[in-house]
C-alpha cells in the first residue's frame, strides 16, 4: 500500500499532549472525552518510533482484537499513515495483522481475548507497547504485556551515531472510575496490587484531552449527541473526568464497557421482558417513579445480553402497552412483573393490552440491591453483555453497592434488568419464585428452548 498526501496539523491541546508524550516517562496515558484525538496522536507516535528505528517491532493492544481491527486497523491506521506519512509504504498482512514498513519495522495489531494469539503476540519483544481503550484492560492483563517490553533497537539519527530507542508504553481512555488501575497508577501514582507509592512517580504521566480541544475536527451533531447524554456519561464522554468511585460497588463500568457489544446475537435461545411497576396512575403521574421495563435475552453460547431499555413514567395502561411492544417487536418468550404493587393489576394491565399474553407474577422478598448481588460476578465475567450504550440504566447499575443504592430515586430500570437476568439464569437465586404463568396454548413450545 501507499499512503497518499491529504493535509494535517495538530490543535494546539494536541501540540501539548505531543510534548508530553515525547517527553522522559516510559508510560504516557491520554485521557478524556470521545473523539478529542487521543487515538489519532497515540498512533501516529508509534508510527514514526517504528519509521525511525529499523527492524523495531511494535504492538497495540486492545481488550477485543474485532474492536481494534474496526476502529484502528481499519480506520485510524490508514487515515494517518494518510494524513501523516505521504509516501511512505507498508504491506499490511491480513492473517497475522501486522504491518510492516520498508526498513523492516513492524507494527502488530491483537485484542487480548483470543488467549492463543495473544500467547503468540506476547512470545515477541516490542520497543513500543499502546494500550488502546486501556479502561477496558485489566490490570493483570497489563502487568502480563509490560513484560514484553524489552526489545533493544537503535533509531536513526542521520549522521550521527545511533542511540537505543526508548522503551515507551502508551495508554488512552475515557476515564473510568477513580477504582480503575489507570486512576490509581496515573492519577495517585500508587501501585493498584498494594496501594503503596510507585518507585518512579515521574515515569508515569497523563494527560487531558476532551472534545472541545478537537472541535474543529468535529461535526456540531457529535457534540450534541454528547450534550445530550446523562451526567454520568457526559462527565466522561464529554468532560473527560474520572467518576467518583461507589463504596463496593456491585457493578463497574469498566466491566459493562469491556463486555459491551454493538450488535445482538442474530439467534437467541430465550427472550424475556422484565417490568418493574412503581405503582403510579394514569394521572397525575409526573412525579412518581419510572416504570422499569427491560428486555433481555440468554444466546446460545450461555451469555445474557440486555437488548434493551424500554423504561418509561406513565400509568398502568400506557405502560402496559409499551411492554406488549416490547414483547413484539423482539419477538420475546415471556413477560414477568413485580407483584409487590397491585398483585394482579400487573397481569391485568399486561394482558389488558394484549389478552393472555405470556406472563409470569414475581414477588421481591428481598431488597434489590441483594437481589443484584448474585449478578456482579456474572457481569464482571462478561456473561452479561449490553447490546450498545444504555446509559440511564448503567447509572443506575454503577450506583449499587453492597451497602444500597446510592443514585437519585429508585433504581427501577436496574430492577427490571436484574427481574429478566434471574429468569434468564435461574441458578444464580438460591430461592426463586414458584412459577405463575397465563399463556396461549399456541405459544407453550414456541421458542421455548432451554
Not at 507494527?107 to 494500550?131: N, Q, S
Request: aromatic share 10%; hydrophobic share 40%.
Amino acid at each position: 500500500m501507499r499512503a497518499e498526501p491529504v493535509g494535517f496539523h495538530f490543535t494546539a491541546k494536541q501540540e501539548e499532549a505531543q510534548r508530553v508524550v515525547s517527553g522522559l516517562a516510559t508510560h504516557c496515558m491520554l485521557f478524556g472525552g470521545g473523539r478529542s484525538g487521543k487515538t489519532f496522536l497515540t498512533v501516529r507516535n508509534v508510527i514514526m518510533r517504528a519509521l525511525k528505528a529499523t527492524g523495531s517491532r511494535h504492538l497495540m493492544l486492545r481488550f477485543r482484537f474485532n474492536h481494534i481491527k474496526a476502529s484502528i486497523i481499519l480506520e485510524t491506521f490508514p487515515r494517518v499513515m494518510n494524513l501523516c506519512f505521504p509516501g511512505v509504504t507498508y504491506t499490511m498482512s491480513s492473517t497475522d495483522w501486522y504491518a510492516t514498513f520498508p526498513n523492516g519495522s513492524e507494527i502488530w495489531f491483537g485484542g487480548l481475548d483470543d488467549k492463543e494469539r495473544t500467547e503468540k503476540l506476547l512470545g515477541k519483544e516490542y520497543a513500543t507497547l499502546y494500550f488502546n481503550e486501556c479502561s477496558q484492560v485489566s490490570w493483570t492483563a497489563r502487568e502480563m504485556a509490560i513484560t514484553r517490553l524489552a526489545q533493544l533497537v537503535m533509531q536513526d539519527i542521520g549522521g550521527r551515531a545511533a542511540t537505543p530507542l526508548k522503551l515507551r508504553a502508551y495508554y488512552d481512555c475515557n476515564p473510568p472510575s477513580k477504582a480503575h488501575w489507570t486512576f490509581k497508577l496515573f492519577k495517585q501514582k500508587i501501585s493498584p496490587d498494594n496501594r503503596e507509592p510507585v518507585s518512579d512517580p515521574d515515569n508515569y504521566v497523563c494527560f487531558q484531552m476532551n472534545p472541545r480541544d478537537n472541535i474543529e475536527n468535529l461535526s456540531p451533531e457529535y457534540l450534541r449527541t454528547l450534550a445530550g447524554l446523562s451526567h454520568r456519561m457526559r462527565r466522561r464522554f464529554e468532560d473527560g473526568e474520572f467518576a467518583d468511585a461507589t463504596p463496593n460497588a456491585l457493578f463497574s463500568e469498566a466491566d459493562i464497557d469491556k463486555w459491551r457489544v454493538d450488535v445482538r446475537p442474530e439467534y437467541l435461545q430465550r427472550i424475556i421482558v422484565a417490568v418493574d411497576p412503581s405503582g403510579s396512575g394514569d394521572e397525575d403521574n409526573a412525579d412518581n417513579d419510572e416504570i422499569g421495563i427491560v428486555v433481555a435475552g440468554i444466546g446460545f453460547d450461555g451469555n445474557g445480553y440486555i437488548l434493551e431499555d424500554c423504561t418509561l413514567k406513565a400509568g398502568p395502561a400506557t405502560w402496559g402497552r409499551a411492554a406488549v411492544a416490547a414483547y413484539d417487536r423482539h419477538k420475546a418468550d415471556l413477560i414477568i412483573g413485580e407483584a409487590n404493587y397491585g398483585g394482579d393489576m400487573v397481569r391485568a394491565n399486561i394482558q389488558a393490552s394484549r389478552p393472555n399474553v405470556p406472563f409470569r407474577k414475581v414477588t421481591a422478598t428481598r431488597g434489590k440491591v441483594v437481589r443484584a448481588e448474585p449478578f456482579s460476578a456474572l457481569y464482571e465475567q462478561g456473561k452479561v453483555r449490553h447490546v450498545g450504550i444504555l446509559a440511564a440504566l448503567e447509572d443506575e447499575l454503577c450506583a449499587m453497592s453492597t451497602s444500597g443504592y446510592t443514585g437519585r430515586g429508585s433504581p427501577n430500570r436496574a430492577d427490571a434488568a436484574i427481574w429478566a437476568l434471574t429468569e434468564l439464569f435461574p441458578g444464580m437465586v438460591a430461592d426463586p419464585n414458584p412459577s405463575e404463568i397465563f399463556i396461549r396454548p399456541s405459544e407453550a413450545l414456541a421458542g421455548f428452548i432451554g
